[in-house]
């Protein structure tokens, strides 16, 4: 059930080119689904930013994985250890967790909810093949993690210096990955090509938010029916198919 709470940060570090790891002591992580999300209130800014939980860590820690990308997100970055965050969540429709083997893909900051999915997939027995797109090799998260949680990883970038280069879809090609059903987070033309080349699976989009509770429909996205569906109550995972991107 969503709630409000104050969080005590455990820990902030710089994990890679204007990308932080926040793990948080809160009795919220215990409610978290894998894709779910948070809106945790910076101080000093009157709109909560969206945030994916990456992963949970036990009953009372989970990991935010952020990109500096504003105003908001860059003074996330400057805040220290035993600071206290205001959480409202955990919010919206996250990952199915389904008993077959998946191949997630993940753009930039699409990767961190992936981390928590692929565990989840694991510990049911399943075979989780992660495939990451970044522009360059100094733009690559999480891909040591999600190789230490059992995952089996390839890469791909636009300038070809980590992994094959080009997009996602040219990894799974070139590596010649073969499971017919993805679970996908990243920027919506990723998501359109993982649409385009699967029809078994599931997208999680991202949308400017204001509530995130599904009360303002200030981020809403249309269905295969042409209805309103909000991306933060709705979503943000939506079957393939379903929802148009
Ligand atoms: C469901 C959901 C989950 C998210 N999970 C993560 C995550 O795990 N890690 C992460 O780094 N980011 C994530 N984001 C994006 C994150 O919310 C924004 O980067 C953040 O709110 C920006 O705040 P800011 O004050 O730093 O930037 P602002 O000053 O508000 O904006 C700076 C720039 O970022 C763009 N921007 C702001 N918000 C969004 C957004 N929601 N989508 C696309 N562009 C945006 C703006 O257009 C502007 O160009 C998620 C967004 C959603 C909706
Ligand atoms: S942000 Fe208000 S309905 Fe989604």
Same mark, same amino acid.
């Given at each position: 059930?969503?709630?409000v709470n104050?969080?005590i940060?455990?820990?902030?570090?710089?994990?890679?080119?204007?990308?932080?790891?926040?793990?948080l002591?809160?009795?919220?992580?215990?409610?978290?689904a894998?894709g779910?999300?948070?809106?945790v209130?910076v101080?000093?800014?009157?709109?909560?930013?969206?945030i994916?939980?990456?992963? $949970?860590?036990?009953?009372?820690?989970?990991?935010?994985?952020y990109?500096?990308?504003?105003?908001?997100?860059?003074a996330?970055?400057?805040?220290?250890?035993?600071?206290?965050?205001?959480?409202?969540?955990?919010l919206?429709?996250?990952?199915p967790?389904?008993?077959?083997?998946?191949?997630l893909?993940?753009?930039?900051?699409?990767v961190?909810?992936?981390?928590?999915?692929?565990?989840?997939?694991?510990s049911n027995?399943?075979?989780?093949?992660?495939?990451?797109?970044?522009?360059?090799?100094?733009?690559?998260?999480?891909?040591e993690?999600?190789?230490?949680?059992?995952?089996?990883?390839?890469?791909?970038?636009?300038d070809g210096?980590?992994?094959?280069?080009?997009? $996602?879809?040219?990894a799974?090609?070139?590596?010649g990955?073969?499971?017919?059903?993805?679970?996908?987070?990243?920027?919506?033309?990723?998501?359109?090509a993982?649409?385009?080349c699967y029809?078994?699976?599931?997208v999680?989009?991202e949308?400017?938010?204001?509530?995130?509770?599904?009360?303002?429909?200030?981020?809403?996205?249309?269905?295969?029916?042409?209805q309103?569906?909000? $991306?933060?109550k709705?979503?943000?995972?939506?079957?393939?198919?379903?929802?148009?991107?």
């Amino acid at each position: 059930m969503m709630q409000v709470n104050n969080a005590i940060i455990r820990s902030n570090e710089n994990i890679g080119k204007d990308v932080y790891r926040m793990v948080l002591e809160t009795s919220i992580a215990s409610e978290v689904a894998c894709g779910q999300f948070v809106q945790v209130q910076v101080p000093g800014f009157y709109l909560r930013r969206p945030i994916s939980v990456s992963e $949970v860590l036990d009953e009372n820690h989970l990991v935010l994985v952020y990109k500096t990308v504003g105003e908001g997100t860059a003074a996330l970055s400057e805040m220290k250890e035993n600071e206290v965050v205001n959480l409202f969540g955990p919010l919206g429709t996250g990952f199915p967790v389904e008993n077959r083997d998946v191949v997630l893909v993940g753009g930039g900051v699409g990767v961190p909810p992936l981390v928590e999915t692929a565990k989840q997939y694991i510990s049911n027995g399943n075979q989780v093949t992660a495939v990451l797109g970044f522009n360059t090799k100094a733009d690559a998260i999480l891909v040591e993690r999600l190789k230490e949680c059992g995952a089996k990883v390839v890469t791909a970038s636009m300038d070809g210096s980590l992994g094959t280069k080009g997009t $996602v879809m040219d990894a799974i090609k070139e590596n010649g990955i073969e499971v017919p059903f993805v679970l996908a987070c990243g920027p919506l033309p990723m998501l359109k090509a993982v649409a385009s080349c699967y029809s078994c699976g599931y997208v999680s989009l991202e949308a400017r938010m204001a509530c995130g509770m599904g009360a303002c429909m200030g981020c809403v996205v249309q269905d295969e029916n042409g209805q309103a569906k909000r $991306v933060c109550k709705d979503g943000p995972v939506f079957q393939i198919g379903k929802v148009v991107l």
